[in-house]
């Protein structure tokens, strides 16, 4: 009566771990995002798969997810794997391990490789703290406006995409966050053709636009905060541009470009709701936006 949720190999198979071989072999049931790839990885390991083995991903995971609890409240010891990683990080696995635990059942973790750690650890950029996005929205609109409100992130950011859309969305980032923002674009970790290219969002953008291969991980620096009494001169030069008329967008873009504060970073003091000693939070009177 307990659930496995076992971390695979991001790339080569050796990198799999030992208690993944014997949860292979000895649990009641496993379930694999995808069989044919669970089969061929204990091939490469020289183990055989001794329990049922079932399919569970995006497509059949609500209804598979109350069969694998049935299993479990039975009795039965059901490992999850993925393709590469850890389920549940931008992997099906989120809602298994919310039902199992819903009903009672024991919930442990094999760990494996990451490939969120694994390209934090080679990027060069500082990693004492770091968030991660998975995959952005894929519509444009959707994505910039997810970027906008990640512009002051000081954290180190993580995100994952498909190969097709990295130099869009490096594009994009470069734009949001500035073009000479640092960032390191990670490809086909611990594989044969690994590679990791370092430079600025508009650079590696350029470099993106001739075609990029492979599972791709970014990782980008953090937005660097400006001293607050350069930010609250900027804010209160927007105030008056805005007063005379002007956007509050645009006022932004130009008093960013005129004070060497990132556009997104200055919009989003701008629109952050301000607090004074014994008043209620409340929005700058920028007027209309």
Known sequence: MTLVIAGTAIGRPADAS???????????????EDTRRLRRLAADLGVAVAGRLVSYFEGNEERRTVELVEALVAGQRVLLVTDAGMPSVS??????VA???????AVTVVPGPSAVTAALAVSGLPVDRFCFEG?????SAARDRRLAELA????????????HRTAEMLAAMAAAFGADRAAAVCRELTKTHEEVRRGGLAELAEWAAGGVRGEVTVVVSGATTPPAADLEAALV??????????????????????VGIPTNELYAAAIRPTTHPGAQAHRRPWGDF
Do not use: K, M, N
């Open 152 to 163: 002051a992130e000081p954290r180190t950011l993580v995100v994952f995409e498909a190969p």
């Open 237 to 258: 030069a927007v105030q008056d541009r805005v007063a005379g008329g002007q956007r509050l967008r645009a006022a932004c873009s130009d008093v960013a470009a005129d």
């Open 99 to 105: 039902a199992a635990v819903e009903a009672g059942v």
């Open 18 to 32: 030992s208690r993944l071989v014997d949860e292979l072999v000895t649990a009641d049931v496993v379930a694999a």
């Open 91 to 96: 992997d099906p696995g989120y809602r298994l």
């Open 135 to 139: 995959f952005l929205p894929r519509r």
